[in-house]
């Protein structure tokens, strides 16, 4: 019996083989699950790459969360391949270089504009436009990277994840009436694609390891997506709102 036997999940945000969201995609299919995928523009042939090396292939459909015209589309695109989805993977983020990297002090609104667009109010954009197909016992579980602090670099991505985690407890409160949950794993500095593109990323990763009580390795994706399975799973089925800490136990320690 897998975790997540016949269970259909939608996964964004498969983007290379190290993604975050690649890993919880290959751990939902060996959990017994049909994972459809998402992706748009230019990384859409990449997508579909990645969806070829899953332990069974993934369908792709086109989704920018940040496009009303693809979130409109989502669920008829989405009915080509399932009738109903039991969970929701949000494993996106953004933001221009021009809000990052030290730039917090000279970030523009525009710019920043677009990393709380794509980073934060997409998990509500992609909660809605997946409703039609999600009942009672569905669980959304996205990604987030510990909001309460203030990092080095991470300048306003670290704002929208402020905004990412305070959405999903909104969400928690109206769509727990209907039975669906809404989870966040917190997740310690892992080497994806989206990490190495903030100019000194080192400086957050810093001594991660050494203060992790457990250790911490940073090229390792799986316990991250071990947690989105787990959260995915019928074994919360009294959690919502949450922030699980999947860091080494780093968020626990003084400095
Ligand atoms: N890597 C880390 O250290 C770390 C730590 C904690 C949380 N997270 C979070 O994990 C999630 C996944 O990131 P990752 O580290 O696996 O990197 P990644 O670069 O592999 O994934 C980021 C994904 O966001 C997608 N994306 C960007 N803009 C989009 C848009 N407009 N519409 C749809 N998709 C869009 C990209 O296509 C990509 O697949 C993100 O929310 C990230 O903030 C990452």
């Not at 602090?149 to 727990?176: C, H, I, N, Q």
Request: hydrophobic share 45%; aromatic share 8%.
């Amino acid at each position: 019996m897998g975790l997540l036997d016949g269970k259909k999940i939608l996964v964004t945000g498969v983007l290379t083989q190290g993604s975050i969201a690649f890993h919880v995609a290959r751990l939902a299919q060996e959990q017994g699950a049909d994972v459809v995928l998402t992706s748009f523009g230019r990384q859409y042939k990449l997508t579909e790459v990645m969806a070829r090396r899953l332990p069974v292939e993934a369908p792709v459909v086109q989704l920018d969360v940040t496009s009303d015209e693809d979130l409109a589309a989502l669920e008829g695109r989405l009915r080509e391949h399932t009738d109903h989805l039991d969970g929701v993977v949000h494993s996106i983020g953004f933001a221009p270089q021009s809000v990052l990297g030290g730039n917090f002090l000279t970030g523009q609104w525009d710019d920043v504009a677009t990393a709380l667009h794509v980073s934060a109010y997409s998990l509500k954009a992609l909660a809605v436009a997946s409703l039609p197909l999600l009942g009672a016992g569905g669980s959304i579980v996205g990604l987030t990277f510990d909001a309460q602090f203030a990092w080095p670099v991470y300048d306003w991505m670290g704002v929208a994840k402020a905004a990412f985690e305070s959405t999903s407890r909104y969400l928690a409160r109206d769509l727990g009436p209907r039975g669906i949950r809404c989870n966040l794993v917190s997740a310690g500095p892992v080497r994806t694609t989206a990490a190495k593109s903030i100019q000194g990323f080192e400086t957050i990763e810093g001594r991660w390891s050494e203060r992790a009580p457990l250790g911490w390795d940073m090229t390792d994706p799986v316990p991250t997506a071990q947690a989105v399975a787990a959260l995915l799973s019928d074994w919360f089925p009294a959690t919502t709102g949450e922030i699980v800490h999947v860091d080494g136990g780093v968020h626990a320690m003084g400095q």
